[in-house]
Structures are given as C-alpha cells and as structure tokens.
C-alpha cells in the first residue's frame, strides 16, 4: 500500500478502534467527560516554538571532512 493511502488508513482505523472502546465505557460511567473535553480541546494546540524553529541555517557542529 503506498504511503499516501496508508497514513490516512491508519487513523481511520484508530478512529474506530477508539470509537469502539468508547461505547462500552461511556455506558458504564468510566469517562470523566469534563477531564476527557479539557484533554480534547487543549491536545491538538500547536506549541509555542522553541530553538530549533528560530535557529540559523547554520549547523551548530560542523560536518563530518569539513575542516574544522
């Protein structure tokens, strides 16, 4: 399967898996719903950036037959 098809695949098949594991524990009253919308809403917010993202096009360390 090429990578263009297998990526989106794979989260349709954790997005089932985790749907399926839901049902049964949201029926039992095993979700702590206000925990589990905190986690929900704050996940996919993006870091701030850090060194990497702001440092120069320079390598910090030279590479390996480059003189020194």
Same mark, same amino acid.
């Given at each position: 399967? #090429?990578? =263009?098809? %297998? ?15 839901? +049902? #049964?524990? =949201?029926? %039992? ?8 919308g ?6 996919p +917010? ?15 360390w ?7």
């Amino acid at each position: 399967m #090429p990578v =263009a098809a %297998a990526i989106p695949m794979s989260l349709v098949v954790v997005a089932v898996s985790s749907a399926a594991a839901l +049902v #049964p524990r =949201a029926g %039992a009253g095993q979700i702590r719903w206000r925990i589990a919308g905190i986690f929900g809403l704050t996940g996919p +917010v993006r870091p701030p950036p850090g060194p990497r993202s702001t440092a120069s096009s320079t390598p910090a360390w030279p590479s390996p037959g480059s003189p020194c």
